[in-house]
């Protein structure tokens, strides 16, 4: 006779043991509809899974982020089965949900086509229409591996193989499909819907190792209806339009090429791009009392060793031995370093707070497969900073380091900006007692500077929980950039050490602070978000002047010098070429302001004014045009 407790304290009596699905069918014949799933003390179950004993449960509709992940998964079970049943060779190996879909890889001769994506998407939708029953079954591990290999699933059985053998495991059937999976999973396959679709297909190792066999990955988006599906298709067409690698070949700005995988060749404006984000940071760092310093790039393993990084990180360092034996890694991060500066001299809790910053050039190993434009790289630039505090000036700092990330994202145009709260990682160096006092120091800031947060469980750094910033962007995508960590730990690993009041030497506090984290991903945001649209104070060529005949080229370059001696970045365009040619391809190039010159400018003293974006042209003079623009940089900078 188990009793059903609900989330909102309710409690439903049966008579016997007694299903999900019966329990939302005894609140109601809506609920029963939309049901998908149960929660059962904390665990998911399918709706059909009989409960025989007292529980608390949750009813799990599509529309939750839970019922919408479980839809995913379905889909990709509903992926594969299609598949196996358009080409029977092929073998499956995994396909679970991800964020916004799904995917499943295969092991399959011949590639699959955007043709074959259509066929596949169309007996998907087949599926659906059989409504077929998606049972739970328990196998044992060894007689569900000797099935699998009976029908020519070699991957699928080395998954089970690997499973101990005492463990029995679920298997779920689908008319004549069946799969190793966990779950749950809907009640049947009418219940997935048809808002769902195939994106594209990519290569993926099998269990994630190069040595492998390589599959293919087909990806689908699937969502709770035909409005979210198509919202979301919309979005990849924007992102699409917004991509920092197609906008970086139309704008000039950098490239990437094989011989130097995952590192930025920068171009001659891409470089005075990267250059205003530095020196605009450096602005705002040194405002905020920071001290600009650098560090090696090349330092020797032993000290590595002695942070932490070598045991927990050592797999993703780039590192080298020299021909005394000596082994040597290039940074991946700044931090060992930024205490060794500490370390110099004697310092005295008179002086603290200390903030030492720096632009330093990391280099991290990341898989081949998992590079992505200036998004993912092996080589950055990290605008890291460490704050050198005693434990009482720890809520103080932090709450500075708010103020100033969130300010600082304003300026570069993003308003929406989301805080989480990570706390320890299951690999962590450091006492308990030492992990409680960091995680309560940093939600304390957080409390006192009332800043709405959310909790990221287990996603601290290894040294230290931190909060991650995440910026939304214009087209709704969230990307986490600016980090900040109280370590209680490195410190001590190094020994650093201020002496205290009382005489005595003291273990500080050290603050890992970061705003735009890498500086090469950043920009790509930053590029993607505004679609290469960049405000005029930050774009790389602020302005270029056109000449509308060749009689206008002295015009031209007068112009220039008086928008250099301004301190504007300008170029000129004397090419014999159509002004309405020049016009569209600079525009295309996403040159903010546009100068044209002809004879009635000659004559005038004036320029026609186009700004990007913009149909309208206006005319003025050039001294009033220059001043214009100095007036909305200057307001810009006095503004933030």
């Not at 297909?201 to 689908?220: F, H, P, T």
């Not at 190993?365 to 200036?374: C, D, K």
């Not at 980090?483 to 005489?503: C, F, H, K, S, W």
């Amino acid at each position: 006779m188990p009793k059903i407790t609900l989330p909102d304290g309710s409690e439903r009596q049966f008579d016997a043991a007694v299903s999900g699905a019966d329990v939302a069918a005894s609140i109601g014949a809506g609920l029963a509809k939309a049901a998908v799933a149960v929660r059962v003390d904390g665990e998911l179950w399918d709706l059909c899974r009989p409960i025989e004993n007292d529980v608390e449960l949750e009813i799990l509709t599509r529309d939750s982020d839970d019922g919408l992940e479980l839809l995913r998964h379905d889909a990709a079970h509903v992926l594969a089965e299609a598949v196996k049943e358009l080409w029977p060779e092929t073998q499956v190996t995994i396909g679970p949900a991800i964020e916004n879909g799904f995917y499943y890889d295969f092991a399959r001769t011949e590639a699959f086509t955007d043709a074959d994506l259509a066929c596949i998407e169309a007996r998907m939708k087949e599926i659906v229409d059989r409504d077929e029953s998606i049972e739970r079954e328990v196998w044992e591990r060894d007689k569900a591996a000797e099935f699998f290999r009976g029908i020519g699933e070699a991957y699928k059985a080395e998954i089970i193989e690997s499973i101990p053998s005492e463990e029995d495991l679920t298997l779920y059937r689908q008319g004549e499909f069946i799969d190793l999976c966990r779950g749950p999973h809907l009640p049947s396959t009418g219940k997935l819907g048809k808002s769902f679709k195939l994106t594209h297909v990519s290569g993926a190792y099998w269990r994630g190792d190069s040595n492998n066999e390589m599959l293919q990955r087909v990806y689908g988006t699937a969502w709770s209806n035909d409005k979210q599906l198509r919202q979301h298709l919309h979005r990849l067409e924007e992102a699409e339009k917004r991509d920092h690698r197609r906008l970086a070949r139309v704008m000039d700005l950098f490239h990437f090429q094989e011989e130097s995988p995952g590192a930025v060749f920068w171009h001659p404006k891409g470089w005075t791009l990267f250059q205003n984000l530095i020196g605009y940071m450096r602005d705002a760092q040194n405002a905020a009392g920071y001290q600009e310093i650098n560090t090696p790039e090349i330092v020797a393993r032993s000290l590595w060793e002695a942070s932490g990084h070598w045991e927990t990180f050592g797999d993703n360092m780039f590192t080298t031995e020299t021909v005394d034996g000596r082994t040597y890694a290039i940074k991946p991060m700044n931090c060992p370093g930024h205490v060794q500066v500490f370390k110099q001299g004697i310092t005295s809790y008179r002086d603290l707070p200390v903030r030492l910053a720096e632009f330093g050039k990391c280099h991290r190993y990341e898989p081949s497969g998992a590079l992505h434009g200036m998004m993912r790289v092996r080589a950055f630039t990290q605008d890291d900073a460490h704050i050198f505090c005693s434990p009482e000036q720890i809520t103080e700092e932090s709450i500075a380091v708010c103020d100033l990330i969130l300010g600082i994202y304003k300026a570069f145009g993003f308003e929406d900006v989301r805080i989480k709260f990570a706390d320890r990682p299951e690999v962590r160096v450091g006492e308990d007692s030492v992990w409680d006092q960091a995680e309560a120091a940093l939600v304390k800031a957080l409390d006192v500077a009332n800043l709405e947060y959310t909790h990221n469980p287990g996603e601290g750094a290894f040294y230290g929980p931190k909060l991650e910033f995440v910026l939304r962007d214009a087209i709704g995508r969230d990307w986490q950039c600016g980090t900040l960590q109280v370590d209680l730990n490195m410190p001590g690993r190094l020994g650093a050490a201020y002496i205290g009041e009382d005489g005595e030497k003291h273990l500080p506090v050290m603050l890992h602070r970061a705003i735009f984290g890498s500086l090469e991903r950043f920009m790509g945001i930053l590029i993607e978000h505004h679609a290469g649209n960049l405000p005029l104070w930050l774009a790389p060529v602020q302005v270029k002047v056109l000449t509308i005949t060749s009689d206008a080229d002295e015009y031209a370059s007068e112009i220039e010098a008086a928008l250099h001696a301004a301190g504007l970045r300008a170029e000129t365009d004397l090419r014999n070429e159509k002004i309405s040619y020049k016009v569209r391809e600079h525009s295309v190039a996403k040159v903010p302001v546009q100068f044209a010159a002809g004879q009635r400018e000659i004559e005038n003293r004036t320029v026609a004014i186009r700004r990007l974006g913009s149909k309208k042209q206006d005319v003025m003079s050039l001294d009033d045009a220059i001043t214009a623009l100095k007036s909305e940089i200057d307001n810009r900078a006095s503004s933030d």
